[in-house]
């Protein structure tokens, strides 16, 4: 675990949160309210997470910081109210390495064993393009991952099914990876 603690390192800097930021803030009362107000005052009144193309690419996105952002999940332990927040946090949690996130939001029944066994690659941004919750226990979340491996850039196009468990917890099932 080495080297994978001096790559996660070198691969955050500390700014911007990893995730690229949970445009909209979805927090219930309930679970806290660490970061929301930085959150919704750096984002306005964008409510519906599918804003119009046009508004989405007037405005450049806002850099949230790690600790407005993930941490709260993959640290301190609050739960993510939705599947994009979990997936965010997911990402984020392969950036920085914490295998035991990932492990501990995972559908025990699909998560591989060797997880954090290999080398990961060189992870350089995400962008959630839908997100879908289609009843109270199934949603599903595209995204493009971009990351590099021995230096040339690939993108991860995939959709992923989210579970959410008898606990209340949503998580990872797998995903579909598409060509495009
Ligand atoms: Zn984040």
């Not at 309210?33 to 193309?53: E, M, N």
């Not at 332990?77 to 927040?85: H, L, V």
Request: a positive charge; hydrophobic letters at 35%.
């Amino acid at each position: 675990m080495k080297a994978g603690a001096t790559k996660a390192a070198s691969n955050f800097t500390g700014g911007a949160c990893p995730c690229g930021g949970y445009a909209a803030p979805d927090v219930s009362p309930s679970t806290g309210t660490v970061g929301r107000s930085a959150v919704a005052s750096v984002v306005g009144s964008v409510a519906p997470p599918r804003a119009a193309p046009a508004a989405k690419a007037a405005r450049p996105k806002p850099a949230i910081a790690y600790p407005d952002c993930c941490r709260r999940f993959i640290e301190e332990g609050q739960i993510p109210t939705n599947a994009e927040q979990l997936m965010r946090s997911r990402y984020t949690a392969y950036v920085l390495e914490r295998f035991d996130y990932l492990r501990d939001t995972w559908d025990p029944a699909t998560c591989p064993a060797d997880l954090g066994s290999e080398a990961g690659p060189q992870w350089l941004g995400l962008e959630v393009r839908t997100h879908h919750q289609d009843d109270a226990r199934h949603a599903t979340v595209e995204f493009v991952a971009r990351y590099k491996v021995n230096g040339r850039a690939h993108r991860l196009h995939e959709v992923s099914r989210f579970t959410r468990a008898d606990d209340g917890r949503w998580r990872y099932v797998a995903g579909t990876v598409s060509d495009s």
